[in-house]
């Protein structure tokens, strides 16, 4: 088992965590690899825009954003923290009263919590992290992330990776606290090994900006101060403080950190131009570079542990000792290493991608559109452009029926609803056709003939005010606007379910869908008028026709006599004329009533027509958005990049892209297999509601967002699409798009010695080193080597001309490797892996450093401000240089050290009892505790500091004394007081008489200079 926590550190870190999540999630279409690899990720930025950003984050349909707890803002700073410092001891630590003064000059950047290019601002920022909100503190976070990966893979060794730029100040001012922090919670154990690794991979400030907007003032300087630091840290020789404020000494001051243990195992450092000149885009293709190279090591080298990466590791393991100078002492850390990865391969990936983003694009295009056109496939049209003939169909009686829009559903003469009342609903016209048959017939069976009418009239009058529907037809309909909205609902449940049903399978798209609701509204709207007309037709029939009719029937009821009624049976058919006209009135009185309801109902079903409506666009405007996004990953894939070359630094792909788009074409205008896989999809998303689930588009809308949705369309059409690649290959096996070989390809291309010779050649300079060196600093010191290393992993390949071999054979004349340790094999066939390494050098050996060297010194030459917020503190001792000292550079350095000595009286007055020759020298005692070693100084200041220059073993034990004193004789303010009275004699007498008393010397102004230094930092009282 193996865990591993990678933390990105600033805008560089969060680029490489985001290209390894893409990488291993399209090796293995997942954010976790499978087998024995455990691994966390840890995003520390003080941008909260990047931090939320999930642009870039989404390869192959998938997302690799993080999540909260896998981020650490560090932004903002309260605005009396740094008028509060003794309240935040960690911060105080690193940001003396002096320092504060400074930091008002750049208020602005402080308020406004940002790094800003300054080193010291990125680390308040991630100290002022480590006293705020518990659950946000990185340190927090760190042990959640160990302990999920500990957790899950029951195995405690852990391996940190910070990754970060040493340019910026957010990554670089960070740094430092990163390895101090992470070291505190999960330092080495006495007897636990390397129970916790921690590896950094660092960017070196490119030498010509390729942004120079990037530069506001401190982008090299940074660079070079960062990797002082971190040499520095590397050697023991700065131990940054706890900033957390939580480790106290004895005397209650904040605690250095790294006491007694390593900085970090190993330093990767890389740029933007490798060993061969080979320039790498920043924003992408190096932070892929490192993702890949993150991949190998971790990835690849621990699932197949056989011959991968063997030596690399060793390099990191081997320790190499830092190098001295002349007395011994170590300067310059030899932590650092170096990479390089080429990956040559036929881009499976990216072809099934391309394959399955054109399949996607085909399917939305369908569920959008459902335009079929030969030779192209599903395509786009506009709204104006679909539904042709719907207006007419929405028009139609049956259609109205069906989708309960008839007048009888909305006039309730028809049941919306069934229930127990419901069923013995009538309609309107046949109930009162019944009802009034039934009125009469009682009348003239149980009454006289005088009273059949007034009977009659009496139940009729009933029944429409008290026994209509059980509630008389006023009533009833009063009743009824109480359910109005519930009826609107069932009508736009019934609908939708249809519509949703006709979009299911496929035969109307979701434009089609919108335009056919678009124009029921319409057809809703321009039938509330017609509503409104029939009611005053009716109320005109009643009171021209009907009306008259039933007095007419009264009158001659009233004027029948016995013997015409004996001779014509007038009574009966006077009554039955009665009852006609009756049966008309309150039919026409019954359907006004429910035209006056369905008025109401219809504007209430065009509301729910219209939310329905909401659901639907909502529903194509994701369409649309994933389609877009479809389309535009798929462009992106399988293009003709002629910057895909051979010696260029990036991954060079094996294949014809305009062979895979031409052959995708003909697979998407293979109208069964795009309407298969269209339905599919459809099948897939209705199933999100399942088997009881309401089928609405507001239903699936509630299950779905952008990235679900997608997940179902491309985990369909990676299906459809491979088995067409599939059957494609079975048809004709030259036409073979998934498992393929490279070395195949490779071996069809390059069918010469003399081709596979340029191509091999080609390849290792490109997978050279993304770091460049300085020959001349490699050849000061001999001793001092520097380990390089290639190693070459590809596939199994069996052919009758054992070309694998020969590939094998060509590669190791080109580079040199060692084939018995250098070649592995590779478990993808599709894909050749070339990693370079180089290892054990210290920073001085790289080209960029001497350069970031000039505008470090340049900065330091400057104004207080911009020497302070280069460094993360303001070092009162000088940290080790990172080259060879000058001699000139040497005596600067010792000159404040001999005049120390000269102020303290430490020479005496020796003779050579030879020569009789006067001299001065400080004396020392041996291992032993004897005196008698004495170091020799010359006859003043001046020839001691050229005596010390001479001799590094000297000059490091003066050094020593002299640092001893003032941390002991010289702590109180009294003998600060005496020892700076003694260093202004020293100047004023002494040197200047050595200077042939003129203060215009520049020897003398050299010593002034450095007397008003000591002054005012070792002797600065307290």
Request: aromatic share 8%; hydrophobic share 35%.
């Amino acid at each position: 088992m193996a865990n591993h926590l990678i933390i990105g550190l600033g805008g560089t870190g969060g680029k490489i965590l985001r290209e390894m999540r893409k990488r291993v999630y399209e090796e293995y279409r997942s954010n976790n690899p499978p087998g024995k690899t455990f691994l966390e990720y840890l995003y520390v930025d003080s941008d909260p825009s990047d931090l939320a950003s999930k642009e870039g984050w989404e390869t192959m349909g998938g997302s690799v954003h993080l999540m909260p707890s896998q981020k650490v803002s560090i932004h903002g700073i309260g605005a009396n923290v740094l008028d509060n410092l003794y309240h935040y001891p960690g911060i105080h630590s690193f940001i003396n009263d002096e320092d504060r003064g400074l930091l008002n000059d750049i208020g602005a950047l402080v308020t406004a919590g940002i790094g800003g290019q300054r080193r010291r601002l990125g680390r308040l920022l991630f100290a002022n992290n480590l006293s705020g909100l518990p659950d946000a503190r990185f340190t927090v976070r760190l042990q959640a992330n160990v302990h999920k990966i500990v957790t899950a893979s029951k195995n405690e060794l852990v391996t940190f990776h910070v990754c970060a730029g040493l340019a910026g100040g957010t990554g670089s001012g960070s740094i430092v606290d990163t390895i101090a922090q992470i070291r505190k919670i999960y330092g080495p154990e006495h007897g636990g090994g390397d129970k916790y690794k921690l590896h950094l991979y660092l960017y070196v400030p490119e030498i010509i900006l390729v942004n120079p907007t990037s530069d506001s003032g401190y982008y090299h300087a940074n660079g070079y101060a960062a990797l002082s630091e971190l040499n520095a840290m590397s050697l023991g020789a700065y131990r940054p403080y706890d900033v957390s404020g939580l480790s106290k000494d004895k005397e209650g001051h904040v605690k250095r950190l790294l006491q007694g243990c390593e900085a970090f195992e190993v330093a990767y450092l890389f740029s933007n131009i490798n060993e061969a000149n080979h320039q790498l885009e920043l924003q992408t293709e190096l932070p892929a570079a490192v993702a890949d190279f993150l991949f190998q090591k971790i990835i690849t080298a621990e699932n197949n542990k056989e011959g991968k990466m063997k030596r690399l590791v060793g390099c990191e393991n081997d320790g190499a000792g830092p190098e001295k100078d002349g007395a011994g002492i170590p300067v310059h850390s030899r932590r650092f290493l170096t990479f390089g990865v080429k990956r040559v391969e036929y881009p499976e990936t990216e072809v099934k991608e391309y394959v399955t983003y054109s399949f996607a694009r085909q399917a939305a295009r369908q569920l959008q559109f459902n335009l079929w056109r030969d030779g192209i496939g599903f395509d786009e049209c506009s709204m104006d452009e679909v539904g042709i003939g719907f207006k007419t169909e929405i028009q139609e009686k049956k259609t109205r029926e069906d989708l309960l829009l008839s007048d009888n559903y909305l006039t309730l003469s028809k049941s919306l609803i069934d229930n127990v009342a419901t069923k013995r609903w009538k309609e309107i016209a046949s109930g009162w056709e019944t009802s009034t048959q039934f009125f009469a017939e009682d009348a003239m069976a149980d009454k006289e003939k005088k009273n059949w009418l007034s009977a009659f009239t009496d139940a009729c009058e009933l029944h429409f005010n008290t026994n209509y529907r059980g509630q008389g037809v006023k009533d009833f309909y009063k009743v009824q606007r109480g359910e109005k909205k519930a009826y609107a609902a069932c009508i736009r449940r019934h609908i939708e379910e249809k519509l949703f049903n006709e979009w299911h399978s496929g035969s109307k798209s979701i434009l089609e869908v919108e335009k056919y609701i678009a124009l029921l509204i319409e057809d809703c709207e321009s039938r509330l008028p017609q509503f409104k007309e029939k009611i005053a037709s009716h109320e005109n029939i009643i009171e021209h026709e009907t009306a008259p009719e039933i007095n007419r029937c009264n009158n001659e009821w009233n004027h029948i006599g016995w013997l015409r009624d004996a001779i014509t049976n007038a009574s009966t058919k006077v009554f039955s004329a009665y009852k006609t006209a009756k049966c008309e009135f309150y039919t026409l009185q019954t359907r006004i009533e429910g035209n006056r309801y369905a008025i109401e109902l219809l504007q209430a079903v065009k509301n729910e027509l219209e939310q329905m409506q909401n659901s639907v666009v909502a529903f194509r405007i994701l369409l649309t958005e994933m389609l877009r996004h479809v389309q535009d990953l798929a462009e992106a894939k399988c293009k003709s990049e002629k910057s895909d070359r051979e010696d260029s630094a990036k991954t060079v792909k094996k294949y014809d892209p305009e062979q895979v788009r031409e052959t995708t074409r003909h697979f998407i205008t293979d109208e069964n297999r795009q309407k298969h896989n269209a339905s599919q999809i459809r099948g897939e998303l209705v199933g999100l509601l399942g088997e009881n689930g309401k089928r609405s588009f507001n239903g699936l809308l509630e299950k779905l967002d952008m990235t679900s949705a997608e997940n179902i369309f491309f985990n369909v059409c990676i299906t459809n699409a491979t088995a067409m690649m599939e059957d494609l290959a079975t048809a004709d096996s030259t036409q073979r798009m998934l498992n393929v070989n490279i070395l195949e390809k490779i071996k069809q291309e390059y069918n010469s010695d003399e081709r596979l010779e340029e191509f091999v050649t080609d390849l290792v300079k490109s997978a050279k080193s993304y770091l460049q060196f300085n020959p001349e600093e490699i050849g000061k010191r001999p001793e001092t080597s520097m380990m390089q290393m290639i190693q070459l992993s590809l596939p199994k390949y069996d052919d009758p001309s054992n070309f694998r071999q020969k590939f094998i054979d060509m590669f190791a004349q080109v580079s040199g490797i060692d084939v018995n340790q250098d070649v592995s094999e590779n478990d993808r066939a599709n894909r050749i892996v070339i990693v370079a390494a180089a290892s054990g050098f210290p920073l001085r050996f790289v080209s960029n450093v001497a350069n970031l060297k000039d505008r470090y010194d340049e900065k330091m030459a400057g104004a207080a401000l911009s020497r302070m917020v280069v460094h993360t503190e303001s070092h009162k001792k000088a940290l080790p240089e990172l080259f060879e000292e000058s001699v000139a550079d040497k005596k600067e350095r010792l000159l404040p050290v001999a005049l120390t000595a000269f102020a303290m009286q430490l020479p005496v007055d020796k003779t050579n009892p030879t020569t009789g020759e006067t001299f001065k020298a400080i004396g020392f005692v041996d291992e032993l505790g004897m005196v008698g070693n004495w170091v020799y100084l010359g006859k003043n200041v001046l020839q001691a500091v050229d005596k010390l220059t001479a001799s590094d073993v000297d000059a490091g034990k003066v050094i020593k004394l002299v640092e001893d004193k003032l941390r002991t004789d010289y702590l109180h303010n009294e003998k600060k007081a005496i020892l700076k009275k003694s260093l202004a004699e020293l100047i004023n007498t002494q040197v200047l008489a050595l200077c042939g008393n003129n203060d215009m010397d520049t020897r003398f102004m050299a010593c002034k200079n450095a007397a008003v230094h000591i002054i005012q930092t070792e002797l600065a009282e307290k």
